[in-house]
């Protein structure tokens, strides 16, 4: 049973910083073989593409939205991805999902495992 599980959500006020990361828990996943992903779903809205890191971790995409002040990266001998966000903005409140994919793709439907999400709430 592959578990990815989430953390660093909070509670912050517009301008500040979050780092959220997201560990995979088993010995029949091997992390470093896939390509990572966070996807963020607001309440009353769909789900939607935040940014994806390739396995190697040398080739990124990001949501326009996010561009330039969320960060993605990951230490896969830590089977861990992260995702560091700056200048973060009360539109960026959402509960956040990491997800595995053995195609680099913004795509959510390419995804075969995810996480529960942790909640990412940013006052004005």
């Known amino acids: 049973q592959v578990q990815l599980v989430e953390s660093g959500g909070g509670l912050v006020q517009a301008g500040d910083s979050l780092r959220l990361s997201c560990t995979a828990s088993?010995?029949?996943?091997?992390?470093?073989?896939?390509?990572m992903g966070w996807f963020r779903q607001a309440p009353g809205k769909e789900r939607e593409f935040v940014a994806t890191l390739n396995w190697r971790g040398d080739n990124t995409v990001y949501a326009d939205s996010v561009q330039g002040r969320f960060t993605i990266s990951r230490d896969n001998a830590k089977n861990t991805v992260f995702l560091q966000m700056n200048r973060l903005r009360p539109e960026d409140t959402a509960v956040y999902y990491c997800?595995?994919?053995?195609?680099?793709?913004?795509?959510?439907?390419?995804?075969?495992?995810w996480g529960r999400g942790t909640q990412v709430t940013v006052s004005s």
């Open positions: 088993t010995t029949t996943f091997t992390f470093s073989t896939y390509h």
């Open positions: 997800a595995a994919s053995f195609s680099f793709t913004d795509r959510g439907a390419n995804y075969d495992y």
